[in-house]
């Protein structure tokens, strides 16, 4: 609660693409017990999610407001002054965002301040250093399991940062009935990702092993579930989209293409294959048989490398012979996937810290570890590309200037998607 008032606890969450808008929103839910919706905002950008992209995350009754970092200051600021102080503010952002958003929030000078809470939306395989110091300054940075714990401490510890921020917990969206195979039924679903893997090739090549397994078994569902449709953005680009690749091939009828909630794809999946996507341990939670390819490498590039250890990592010749890894029950238990049972406790810690937080008389500054001091010639960048002024004035948001936007972003789009690779392609000759 807060320190001043019995009344309920005010959460905004601010996300940067749709995959980070469901982490955001479900994680303000665990961490505080609000029974209220968390009031929501998506950034404007280059990856602004679709009302259908937000919709399919099924985190929220009510969609999040298109803003800019410097409006998203305005209204933490405004909602003081008309005596509806956010208590929390959960930043479900890129590293550079958060730090940017940290120094903005500092810079309002606001009689308190929220608590501020980040962290990462799945599996952090890349970056880890560089993600991880661009958030300290967070009053808690959540760790979705207890390696990742152990991994952001040592971080922080090792560059003399304060590690008290680092809460473990789990990834939020994790749940669902426990798998429970049917006769008739036999499922399996490829769950893609934008980036991964990366060339067209690869893509190509992983989608052909798709339709030659369906192929080779009839008598299952071979379900493609995608993100996104050509032309939206997720959290990455993705410049080679399944399903135009798919248009060089003559899928089986037991093959298909699917959206919608992976929740809702995994209710009646009986084998959930992926390169390294977290959909991983959504399945897992739930004691789907999950399987880890390998057939483009194991890589840090293809995320795949975080998997070693777990029993899972296996190929599509395996799969096709009928073969289903077994999962590694100790990888399992320091992963935060919480299949034993103990998700209800995995946010506890989380909520303690935010609850004596909010219970101080009143919040300490914000102290980052990157600083015009530790790093003069990374941070003042940074900071400038973001352009958090809020003294400026608030640009009106006509209809003609949301046609004119989203007419630019349909360019960049079409630019990545289409014209990017023949370009990259003529380079090559």
């Not at 959540?142 to 714990?149: K, W």
């Not at 406790?345 to 009143?362: I, Y």
């Not at 500054?365 to 958090?388: K, M």
Request: charged residues 25%.
């Amino acid at each position: 609660m807060p320190a001043s008032s019995s009344e309920a606890v005010r959460i905004a969450v601010l996300a940067d693409s749709d995959t980070r808008w469901k982490w955001g929103a479900l994680t303000a839910r665990r961490i505080t017990a609000a029974d209220a919706e968390p009031t929501g905002f998506v950034l404007r950008g280059r990856a602004t999610p679709t009302a259908r992209q937000l919709a399919e995350t099924g985190a929220s009754t009510a969609a999040p407001r298109e803003v800019t970092g410097a409006e998203f200051l305005r209204e933490v600021r405004d909602a003081e002054a008309r005596g509806e102080r956010y208590d929390v503010v959960v930043l479900a952002l890129v590293g550079g965002t958060v730090r940017a958003v940290l120094q903005g929030l500092a810079d309002l000078g606001l009689d308190r301040r929220p608590v501020i809470v980040t962290g990462y939306v799945g599996v952090v395989y890349e970056k880890l250093a560089d993600g991880l110091l661009l958030r300290h300054g967070a009053d808690v940075v959540l760790a979705n399991s207890r390696h990742d714990a152990d991994r952001f401490r040592a971080v922080y510890e090792g560059v003399g940062a304060d590690a008290e921020s680092v809460v473990e917990a789990a990834l939020p969206f994790l749940g669902g009935a426990p798998h429970r195979p049917e006769e008739g039924r036999d499922t399996l679903v490829f769950a893609a990702q934008p980036s991964v893997p990366v060339t067209r090739a690869e893509r190509a090549y992983v989608l052909e092993r798709l339709v030659r397994h369906a192929r080779l078994h009839p008598e299952r569902e071979v379900l493609l579930k995608l993100r996104s449709k050509p032309g939206e953005h997720t959290t990455h680009l993705e410049e080679h989209p399944y399903q135009r690749l798919v248009r060089d091939l003559d899928p089986p009828a037991n093959f298909r293409l699917v959206y919608g909630h992976m929740g809702e794809v995994l209710d009646r999946t009986d084998l959930l294959v992926t390169v390294s996507s977290t959909a991983a341990l959504e399945a897992l939670h739930r004691r789907i048989p999950t399987a880890i390819l390998t057939d483009c490498g194991v890589r840090e590039v293809n995320g795949n490398h975080h998997f070693i250890g777990s029993g899972l990592l296996t190929s599509f010749d395996r799969l096709d012979r009928g073969e289903a890894p077994e999962p590694d029950e100790e990888w399992l238990a320091r992963q935060g996937v919480a299949s034993d049972g103990g998700y209800d406790s995995a946010f506890d810690a989380a909520r303690e810290r935010v609850a004596k937080l909010l219970a101080l008389p009143e919040q300490p500054p914000i102290s980052p570890y990157y600083t015009a001091e530790t790093a003069p010639g990374y941070l003042p960048g940074i900071l400038a590309r973001h352009r958090l002024d809020v003294t400026a004035p608030p640009v009106r948001d006509s209809g003609l200037r949301r046609i004119v936007r989203e007419a630019a972003r349909g360019a960049y789009r079409h630019g990545v998607q289409r014209v990017a690779p023949v370009v990259r392609r003529l380079g090559e000759l």
